[in-house]
């Protein structure tokens, strides 16, 4: 993975589950590993399953598509 692949680790969002969804005290975050952190959170969302293909997102979009048969946008 080049450089400029590299995304910045998500802390907002790591510190948010942690602390507000797995109702970790602050010590008890900042204590656990990556490693740890990460199977928390697999136990908790389970895992997660690979990313769609370009075909099997095509066929999702035309099974459910955004818009209405008579070009509406169909914002729910």
Request: no cysteine.
């Amino acid at each position: 993975m080049s450089a400029a692949q590299r995304q910045p680790f998500p802390w907002a969002a790591a510190i948010g589950f942690g602390l507000g969804v797995l109702r970790l005290s602050p010590a008890a975050f900042w204590s656990m590993t990556p490693r740890e952190l990460a199977a928390a959170i697999r136990a908790r969302r389970g895992d997660a399953g690979a990313p769609l293909d370009r075909h099997s997102l095509q066929a999702l979009m035309q099974r459910f598509p955004d818009h209405s048969d008579d070009g509406a946008r169909d914002d729910r």
